[in-house]
């Protein structure tokens, strides 16, 4: 009932840039927060950062002032811009959805993306 849908992965050298963008779209009543997660081989899935219907961010530690999360409320879409990447940047990321359909809420996420740094 709820479809999410991310793009812009790939490969990139150390020092380089990728833009992560996600859409959902479905019988959404309200969307509370969108984020971005990732995992990499091995280890759990960690969030990178999540952005609030009102704005209000929280990134990890690992990502703050490389990444910035923004976020088109009339459109349902979050991006995550991604500079300086690392190598320990590699894993899969996963756009994850806080929704409302009608009086339900719930978790929703996208297939997933790969990003791979090459050092």
């Known amino acids: 009932q709820v479809q999410v849908v991310e793009s812009g992965g790939g490969l990139v050298q150390a020092g380089g840039s990728l833009r992560l963008s996600c859409a959902a779209s479905?019988?959404?009543?309200?969307?509370?927060?969108m984020g971005w997660y990732r995992q990499a081989p091995g280890k759990k899935r960690e969030l990178v950062a999540v952005?609030?219907?009102?704005?209000?961010?929280n990134y990890a530690e690992s990502v703050k002032g490389r990444f910035t999360i923004s976020r088109d409320n009339a459109k349902n879409t979050v991006n995550l811009q991604m500079n300086s990447l690392k190598p320990e940047d590699t894993a899969v990321y996963y756009c994850?959805?806080?929704?409302?359909?009608?009086?339900?809420?719930?978790?929703?996420w996208g297939q997933g993306t790969q990003v791979t740094v090459s050092s």
């Open positions: 479905g019988r959404i009543s309200m969307i509370n927060s």
């Open positions: 994850g959805v806080d929704a409302n359909l009608g009086y339900t809420r719930g978790d929703y």
């Open positions: 952005i609030t219907s009102g704005g209000s961010t």
